[in-house]
């Protein structure tokens, strides 16, 4: 089990740590107040990363409370080491809309190392600093973060995972600074790392999280079953190698395209359905990876929609999880149960768990674990109902439902919480087949399954 005694809050901030990038290189979106409304109410996503300020979209998120992370351009980063630059582009795209628009971090640039233009390298860092300094100057650094985001081609190293490291010359120096700023301002480091860029035919179930053979690191005596786990453990060991290995990593970028060109090995929309719905099942399970055991990662899935004018290949149009008439490309499991309410009908806050449902037969039933489910199976679905954000403190240490002190007795409290508050029909406790409708109270002690 994972909670070691300590509450959910221990797994950081589970149910808020999927997000999508909102990119607009289209010219068939719909109107930004209608896609807000729309994420709040219809899907799981809290975090929305841009890559701009776009005025329109910043005020549609108004009141929202969903996360919000905006983008300065690469060519306006040598300006920003000018303080009063930075001073009035806060002003002017940022002070507007706060704290109607939850505004959480202000990424500088996209990439920017992997760029060849030396004035935007050499001025990451400055601009950054500079940043922050406009920001206490508006006492607004405690609510708003400065980073941002790298592809994995800084690293000179990623296989095996410990031996990652950093390309030497100007980058590492650039990184070194860089995670000495991110660590005084506690804010993450953020990596765009892509499976589907690193994948080949013989590597495709490892990229995808489908069981496969694993790939093991014979210096750290871990094993990996996944192709993203060994990308964020590659970065891991490079910052660790510099002494940064407490920074917080974020995923700023992963994705899977639903259309490709000829030739290209799955990639169609069954394909980006599986990667990113194992995906957000992996970063939301508190697993962690072999060098980061017990951790979420906050995730921004890459994209929210097609974008028709992007260039390059086909693929580069196609990473969206919805087209711009916003029905989905395919299921990729972000939806909630019930679309058009921020959350299950019948939630009763007051008392921090669900109540009854209605399943059209009038009589109380239960969602219980059946008796052939694996500890490993119920452990994912305590993991998956409590990561949605419903109240899991009863089964955390000292809970009133911690005794028995069980991975069965606390899959049958979190899957019977989901399946009274979505509704007690017979898919709302189906857990992948691991899970049973019963007509008897399988309450014990003090917890009262009473529907």
Known sequence: ??????????????????????????????????????????????????????????????????????????NLIPNLTNLKFSQQWLKTNIAPHVPATNIVRIVVGNEVLSTTDDSVVSSLVPAMQTLHAALVGEDLHRRIKVSTPHSLSILSSSSPPSSGRFKQGNIVQVVRQLLGFLRATDSPFMINPYPFFGYSGNTLDYAMFRPNSGVFDEMTQRKYTNMLDAQLDATYSAMKQLGFGEVEIVIAETGWPSRGDPGQISVDTESAREFNGNLIKHVMSGLGTPLMPNRTFETYIFALFNEDLKPGPTSERNFGLFHPDMTPVYNSGIFRHKAGSKSPSNWNPERGVPVAGNNGGGGKTWCIPTSGASEEVLQMN??????????????????????????????????????????????DCDFRSTGAITSSNPGINLCLYSP
Not at 11 to 29: C, E, H, R
């Open 382 to 427: 305590i993991d998956y109902v409590c990561g949605l954000g419903f109240d899991c403190q009863p089964i955390s240490k000292g809970g009133r439902c911690f005794y028995p002190d069980s991975v069965r007795a606390h899959a049958a409290y979190a899957m019977n919480v989901y399946y009274q508050a979505t509704g007690r029909h017979d898919y």
């Open 1 to 74: 089990m994972i909670y070691d005694g300590k509450p959910w809050s221990f797994i950081s901030g589970i149910k808020g740590n999927i997000g999508v990038n909102y990119g607009t290189v289209a010219d068939n979106l719909p109107p930004p107040a209608q896609v807000a409304r729309f994420l709040l109410d219809s899907t799981i996503i809290s975090r929305v990363k841009l890559y701009d300020t776009n005025q329109e979209i910043l005020q549609a998120f108004a009141h929202t409370g969903i996360a919000i992370t905006v983008a300065v351009p690469n």
